[in-house]
């Protein structure tokens, strides 16, 4: 009788921890804790840029009823691999940071991107730049006009292998332009091919310093990453020919190269950045909070997360006119996609 009543205890004990486990798991994948985790690239990880994300956290903690983390990273691959393995449940990140974590993770999906001042997506975009230093123009000129020609042998910095603007848009173009080469992007990596050398800022602003401080001859990086510690000094934004002017007061890195100018020799257009979710962390019911959140106008009239255009402040995104978050699908980014695949 004693040994019975023993098994059956032991029974319901086992059945009470197992039931218990598998309400653990479910809240796992259903995005029941708590908290949600947010992931950022290096070039959104910046101290001039936490007032930015605080606010977006707050805007989602508000309409979640959940504490929001961010976490910060140094490294392109370390930002996706911590959405792709469960370790977050939002990112935002680059339209080839999207792609290679959705090729990796089915279950991350796009929330939203910034419009650009129609407040749609038909102008949603910013701008990938090949940059040389002024003094150095007339290098990469041929007949008074910049020209890829001119870019062998030359000391070369990417962003990240894993960055649209800073790597895979410049890398497609200058391919495509060296076509009698059949050059790779693996070829692009390294020194040998075509460049003498090739860097990896890191992200955008390590980029652009490698240029500045006479690490590399030509630097790919964007505008909407550099634009907190850059001005124009000569022409127009986004124009190739027009020189721009490290600020004075430029934040880390730009404080070791400040009053330092620069060139854009190229400049491309390329897909807004989107913010997307693991959707077996997050669940469906977060995704739709933060998706109609992120899409008000709450947001898009929050002055920490869309700085007004003549605003001294660091922002990720600026408010000339209409700019907002709006709803994406997975097949506007194709374009980018079919870059990679080229």
Request: aromatic share 10%.
């Amino acid at each position: 009788m004693q040994k019975k009543w023993f098994l059956s205890v032991v029974f319901l004990v086992v059945t009470v921890m197992l039931a218990a486990c598998s309400e653990s798991a479910e809240g796992e994948e259903t995005g029941s804790d708590d908290v949600i985790d947010i992931v950022w690239y290096p070039n959104e990880s910046g101290n001039d840029l936490k007032t930015a994300r605080d606010a977006i956290g707050d805007e989602i903690a508000e309409a979640t009823g959940k504490e929001v983390e961010h976490h910060l990273t140094t490294d392109y691959a370390i930002a996706i691999e911590t959405i792709v393995n469960n370790n977050a449940d939002v990112a935002f990140m680059g339209a080839q940071g999207y792609i290679e974590a959705s090729d990796q993770n089915d279950a991350i999906q796009p929330i939203v991107v910034s419009t650009g001042p129609s407040g749609t997506l038909d102008d949603a975009m910013y701008h990938s730049w090949l940059a040389v230093k002024v003094e150095d123009q007339d290098n990469y000129k041929v007949g008074g006009e910049f020209s890829l020609d001119t870019i062998e042998d030359t000391r070369f910095s990417f962003v990240s292998n894993s960055s649209t603007s800073g790597f895979v848009v410049p890398s497609s173009t200058i391919i495509g332009h060296f076509s009698d080469k059949d050059l790779s992007e693996e070829d692009l990596m390294e020194g040998g091919p075509l460049f003498s050398q090739v860097l990896f800022g890191g992200s955008h602003q390590g980029s652009a310093v490698n240029l500045l401080n006479d690490s590399a001859d030509i630097a790919a990086f964007c505008d909407s990453c550099v634009n907190n510690y850059v001005e124009v000094a000569e022409g127009e934004e986004n124009t190739v020919g027009s020189v721009y002017r490290v600020k004075d007061d430029a934040e880390e890195p730009f404080n070791t190269v400040t009053g330092s100018e620069f060139m854009l020799m190229s400049v491309t257009p390329v897909l807004n950045a989107p913010f997307v979710a693991n959707m077996d962390v997050l669940g469906q019911e977060d995704y739709d909070l933060i998706q109609e959140v992120f899409a008000s106008d709450v947001m898009a009239n929050n002055e920490d997360v869309f700085v007004p255009k003549d605003s001294d402040a660091s922002g990720l995104f600026t408010k000339s006119d209409q700019e907002r978050f709006v709803p994406v699908e997975d097949e506007w980014f194709n374009p980018i996609r079919e870059l990679s695949q080229n």
